[in-house]
């Protein structure tokens, strides 16, 4: 039974935005956002909001990094727990760095923010300034990283073709993937990025095209394992989703919320409850542990909890979501509805 209807985290199907995981690289353009750093540091930035991976990435730079708060991972995900914090501390620059699906949802809202401006997308993130008032115009990717090898200016060029389409840089991400296939046809990370902006274009047999491609030069890379398993599932193919997320999760490392949140939607769909429960409970730990909400989590592991027919875990997990802050009043009225069915079970059955 589907208890409740309207809580989506936004890092489910980040349309392939975290797939790419290029082997260790040697170029400082490949190792950290060096390049945002660039463009910041002469304009005299004085509060930097910027994630915990930017800041470990750029760390020894001279950027002056807004002090940290509590909320700072929530806001990344929160656009409304965003805007409280810039009321608070009036950030003058935003810079993101890593995996897109890590910070979608402030990165859309900075997009569309009538007070920053986005100035630079490199391949590890994108910085955006209050104020500034010339658009951003991505330059053209046969001008961009011409000094490095094959393999990384492939590499650099796919990474930014993914960030440039998180920024809504549509056209420019197309171009950027074109030329990274061209320049490194033999590296896998460039056919898993083609394969990921396929698929937001839900071009589904060209994704899977690009993803057997990547398979063909690397068999268990986790990217193009973790495509496949979105493709197939956009594409309503659920057997072979839930056989690739089955894979990829054996492969990933443990602590990769993207994959296990993945892998806890398709075992869902595939009425895998005890593999589903155990993702879940891992998501909810590593939550905790980043101070991430934990409330959309809660709700499907009491989804999961409700389906194995334990009505008094579920209501637990319920309840615990219930609490979670900045619930939309359809959301409240979906946990409280779920919340006096699975009470109702909970008495028949001690009945």
Known sequence: MRLVRSFFLPIAFAA??????????????????????????PQKLERIFANARAKALLAGQSLAFAPERPDDAAALQSPSTWRRLDRADRFDA????????????????????????????????????????AAYTPPPPGSVARDLSDADRGAYLARMALMLQA?????????????????????????????ALALTRKDYQPALKQVQQALALNPHDLGALEIAARTFTAAGAADQAWA???????????????????????????????AEQDSLERLIALA????????DYRVYLGQ????????????????????????????R??????????RERAGQLSQ
């Open 333 to 342: 009225a979906d946990l409280d509805t779920a919340i006096s069915t699975v």
């Open 167 to 195: 920024v809504d840089e549509v056209a420019a991400a197309k171009a950027y993937s074109a030329a990274a296939l061209d320049t490194a046809p033999k590296e896998p990370i460039v056919h898993v990025a083609a394969a």
């Open 94 to 133: 935003v810079l993101l760095a890593g995996p897109a699906g890590e910070f979608q949802p402030l990165l859309s809202h900075l997009v569309t923010s009538p007070d920053f401006r986005l100035v630079r997308v490199d391949n590890w993130g994108a910085l955006f300034v209050r104020g500034t008032p």
């Open 304 to 331: 999961c909890f409700a389906h194995q027919g334990l009505p008094r875990p579920a209501l637990e997990q319920l309840e615990l979501a219930a609490k979670a802050p900045n619930l939309s009043d359809q959301q």
């Open 288 to 295: 905790e542990k980043q101070n991430l909400p934990t409330g």
């Open 244 to 274: 690739v997320a089955t894979e990829l999760k054996s492969r990933a490392p443990a602590d990769d919320m993207n994959v296990l949140f993945l892998h806890a939607r398709l075992a869902s769909a595939a009425h895998a409850y005890s």
């Open 16 to 41: 392939g935005l975290v797939g790419c995981r290029p082997s260790p690289p040697v170029d400082a353009r490949l190792a950290s956002p060096i390049e945002l750093a660039k463009e910041a540091a």
